[in-house]
């Protein structure tokens, strides 16, 4: 092992699993800001060409693509330290899942580009 | 591997003495996991061939238009019981059997995690299950539907205890379903033998670790569903009547967060067997492992964003309804990658048409056909069209028979030799396949049609002349062949299990640790555990089964007497503990009929009886608490070949931390569903804002919320102080501790008493009353927790080593703490936001 590399941990194992948490969180924003948006009235107060509620409902969407794709960026410097039997096939696992979530929140929330929000 | 100078038959007889199952009554004490899964898989078996005589009771009924067979009531009851018993009473405790009989077969370890645990989870089955079941015998099985929407199952529509039995058989199911999942979690992530890093586990772990992953966040929300909705027939408090600011809709959001998630937990399992004997079969290795693995993590999270696909015609918005279409759609693809990971395998190897393989290819027939059918319904306007119709009925059942009970029946064959030490040797079984298999067509291809031509489900009879005649009968005449095909695969078991060709060893060629075992496989498994260097240790060494047993592994024999097997640094596979494992015990059934009383006097309106039954689950777990760990700091464990191990209880990653930890995910998702249930109904539900609304006294405030933080706070410290090695310091920490949670408890109490509106009158006062409730609950438990760690240090149980009591109590407050302080913030300043 050389002073750069460590074995995997246990807490590493977040990795699988921290793309599509990510994906879940937005979703689940996505799915609760249009009911409170919808409720709150929202839909009809104007900001230029778009809705309140519609400009609220693109933010949450791009905020949580871009924060899935930034994950990409520590996994590699951590993962790239890993060394032991496990480092390889978690590495790229975690790397598949991480593509996986933002392509995965690029189409689940692409609706909010298209549709009407409250109909 | 060195020799240990034991035979074989002398260590399988010093083995044996230690780790032997009871017979006769004594039984009932049996902890083993070989004995407890088996238990698991008979069971689930026995309630298959009776949901089966349901099923078929349903077709002789839609045989014929205006069939005088059976009445509306009698029908309601049997297609509620068929759904009920196959999902709750077959699918899951088949699944958790497998894995709790499988796990430590394929990870090389002598039993599970926590024995104890899964033997309890086997009594709450067979309770809950016969509850169930007694209650169809007495005629007032729940009619409801096998999902039991509101209104119709609240106590107006159904009035008798029918919808009860479902709600409380159902949850005491459930626990028995939560308690195997935490334990499938932590024996793979722990109990594993030397060198199994993770990227060297079979891959059927990899997907009971994802199965068991999911359970615990899936069935809470039923669990609270059913909570609340029998607290609303019980107590009349309305979370789901829109009269008075409820939301039958709630219910369906809680359900179907299962529902749908449920559907891959069944599948999932099933599909490991596939990854399992496919390799097998095509004499190869499986191509993608770890995209096998991405995708079914992948797959796991995707499920639990498709549950509004079940509801898309209750009329939520368009762009809602996008969200999960979308998801929908994109689900197909993780389950894609495994079908063509298998299909390169079957390509890369040379296939072999064995029994199994039979199987698995009815099974890739059938379930492509049930998946694409499943994308038919992702999208909106198909699914308006569908809905409610045969069509879905066909299409759920070519996905659960096609992608669950055909691999189920191929694992079966693979993996019966292994129980019973015998192959099998007439040809009944491939006739029992092709009667199963053009059976289920008959029956189901047929429906898709039916449904086509609009009949709805659960209908139980239908007027002449419909169009619909014809594909009935052809439906039901295929039910009827199937059900043989069944009955001659129990015959063919039987016929194996009695009369079956001996092997000695891998009659498949196998290459996991599974077939390096003797059959029938011992009640420890392993003479002694092996050192594994890759995912296929019997491929690397043929001779592995005759090292092991010979001794030549790790902790081989039983040299004190005791029920040993490795616990393993969850990622690389390297040894960091021993785990010694509890003898037979009768405290879990004990502590299962406890609650058996409590649910049956439940059922029937004997709510302070009741509460016995909570004392006696009460006494026993607090016994079955006690005796965990040892009143001294233990030797470490000489597990040969030079390997020192300290014993489980004196180790710092000790399985019952990481066990209480995922209990606490799971609560976790209970408590985030009651949340969730708070503001969907704030923001959906007619009549809200309520006419009463909470106005909290500050002197309460003012005692709860820095109660809730000083006991977590005091739970801390207490361990940093045992850590320390200064005892007397621990010890009034944890007494702080007690003392803060008893008065958060009591400024919770007046809160519930003095502040809050009567849980009658509104659905925002039930789910205010459900927080406090659920928040007392925790601080209770805490009070008991902290006295229980008092207690245990004062015997001896807890040194600066052996912390698991203190430590355990730190999480739990830690646990209580900040749900206790999030509910309390939500409920005390949601009024505020309301008005």
């Known amino acids: ?119 | 591997m060195s020799s240990t100078g034991s035979t074989p038959l002398g260590l399988h007889r010093a083995l044996h003495r230690v780790w032997q199952v009871p017979k006769g009554v004594a039984a009932l004490s049996a902890v083993n996991h070989s004995a407890v899964g088996r238990r698991f898989i008979i069971t689930a078996f026995v309630y298959f061939a009776i949901g089966g005589m349901l099923a078929m009771m349903m077709r002789a009924q839609l045989a014929r238009p205006e069939n005088p067979f059976l009445g509306a009531d009698a029908y309601n009851q049997i297609f509620t019981m068929h759904g009920t018993v196959m999902m709750f009473l077959f699918a899951i405790p088949l699944i958790e059997g497998i894995a709790l009989y499988l796990l430590p077969k394929i990870l090389g370890a002598r039993d599970l995690s926590y024995p104890r645990l899964s033997a309890f989870g086997y009594w709450c089955y067979l309770f809950g299950a016969t509850i169930i079941l007694v209650s169809m015998l007495m005629g007032v099985a729940p009619d409801s539907g096998w999902f039991m929407y509101t209104p119709l199952s609240s106590s107006t529509f159904t009035p008798g205890i029918n919808a009860d039995v479902w709600l409380l058989g159902v949850t005491f199911v459930e626990i028995s379903a939560v308690c195997a999942a935490v334990e499938i979690v932590v024996t793979i992530l722990k109990v594993r033998t030397a060198g199994m890093a993770l990227s060297r586990m079979p891959l059927m772990a990899w997907y009971l670790l994802v199965t068991a992953g999911m359970m615990i966040l899936a069935f809470p929300p039923l669990i609270l569903g059913s909570v609340l909705l029998e607290i609303e027939r019980a107590f009349d408090w309305p979370f789901f009547d829109p009269d008075r600011g409820g939301a039958p809709l709630l219910w369906q959001h809680l359900f179907w967060l299962f529902g749908h998630p449920e559907v891959y937990i069944i599948f999932l399992p099933a599909a490991g067997a596939v990854s399992t004997l496919i390799p097998v079969f095509a004499r190869t290795k499986i191509v993608g492992y770890t995209w096998i693995v991405a995708s079914i993590i992948a797959l796991a999270f995707l499920s639990f964003g498709l549950w509004v696909h079940h509801m898309f015609t209750v009329g939520i918005p368009h762009l809602a309804l996008a969200f999960f279409s979308t998801a929908s759609m994109l689900v197909a693809v993780p389950t894609a990658i495994q079908v063509f990971a298998w299909v390169a395998t079957l390509m890369r190897g040379r296939p072999r048409m064995s029994l199994p393989m039979l199987y698995l290819m009815g099974f890739f027939s059938v379930f492509i056909l049930g998946g694409l059918t499943g994308v038919m319904l992702a999208l909106v306007p198909f699914n308006w069209q569908a809905h409610d119709t045969h069509f879905v009925v066909a299409h759920l059942h070519y996905v659960l028979i096609g992608g669950f009970v055909f691999p189920m029946l191929a694992a079966t064959y693979y993996w019966l030799p292994l129980v019973t030490g015998r192959l099998p040797v007439f040809s009944v079984s491939k006739a029992a396949f092709w009667l199963i298999f053009l059976g289920f067509h008959g029956t189901f291809l047929i429906m898709h049609f039916t449904g086509l031509l609009g009949m709805p489900r659960r209908v139980f009879t239908y007027e002449a002349g419909l169009g619909w005649d014809v594909p009935n009968l052809i439906s039901s005449i295929g039910g009827f062949v199937m059900t043989a095909g069944f009955a001659l695969f129990v015959l063919d078991v039987i016929l194996q299990v009695r009369f079956g060709r001996r092997f000695r060893r891998n009659p498949w060629g196998g290459t996991g640790l599974d077939w390096a075992m003797p059959t029938p496989s011992p009640s420890y498994n392993f003479a002694s555990l092996p050192l594994v260097t890759s995912r296929d240790p019997l491929e690397d060494n043929p001779r592995l089964g005759a090292d092991i047993a010979a001794g030549k592994g790790y902790l081989a024999g039983a040299p004190r007497g005791e029920m040993e097997t490795l616990c393993v640094d969850m990622a690389t596979g390297k040894p960091d503990h021993v785990l010694v494992l509890p003898r037979n015990d009768y405290t879990p059934f004990l502590m299962a009929s406890g609650l058996a009383v409590f649910f049956v006097a439940f059922l029937f309106s004997a709510y302070w009886f009741s509460l016995t039954g909570v004392v006696i689950a009460a006494i026993f777990g607090w016994r079955w608490l006690w005796s965990l760990g040892g009143k001294a700091d233990p030797a470490p464990i000489d597990a040969g070949h030079g390997l020192i191990l300290p014993v489980h209880y004196a180790s710092r990653s000790v399985p019952t931390i990481l066990g209480l930890k995922y209990l606490l995910v799971g609560n976790a998702a209970f408590y985030g569903s009651l949340v969730f249930g708070y503001l969907f109904l704030w923001t959906t539900a007619p009549d809200w804002p309520p006419p009463a609304l909470m106005a909290a006294n500050p002197l309460l405030v003012a005692l709860m919320a820095p109660g809730l933080a000083a006991a977590a706070a005091f739970a801390v410290n207490a361990g940093r102080a045992n850590r320390a090695g200064n005892a007397r310091a621990a010890l009034f920490q944890l007494a702080g501790s007690v003392i803060a949670s008893l008065v958060a408890l009591a400024a919770l109490a007046a809160l519930a008493v003095l502040d809050a509106p009567s849980p009658q009158g509104h659905a925002y006062a039930a789910i205010t009353m459900a927080v406090i409730g659920y928040v007392m609950l925790h601080v209770l438990l805490g009070v008991l927790f902290g006295a229980y760690a008092i207690a245990r240090c004062r015997a001896g149980y807890v040194s600066a080593v052996r912390s698991a009591d203190i430590r355990g109590v730190a999480i739990w407050q830690l646990y209580t703490a900040v749900s206790g302080l999030g509910g309390l913030a939500l409920i005390i300043l949601a009024p505020g936001a309301m008005a």
Request: aromatic content about 8%; some cysteine.
């Open chain 1, 1 to 119: 092992m050389s002073a750069s590399t460590r074995p995997v941990r246990g807490l590493d194992l977040i990795w699988l699993v921290a793309g599509f948490t990510l994906w879940g969180a937005g979703f689940s924003a996505l799915y609760g800001l249009h009911a409170i948006g919808c409720r709150a009235g929202w839909e009809e107060t104007m900001l230029g060409p778009l809705s309140a509620n519609r400009i609220v409902l693109i933010i949450t969407y791009l905020a949580h693509a871009a924060l899935g794709a930034a994950l990409y960026l520590p996994l590699a410097r951590l993962a790239a330290r890993w060394e032991g039997p496990a480092a390889g096939m978690l590495h790229r696992a975690a790397a598949i899942l991480t593509v996986a979530a933002v392509i995965s929140t690029l189409w689940t929330g692409a609706p909010v580009l298209l549709l009407e929000a409250c109909v």
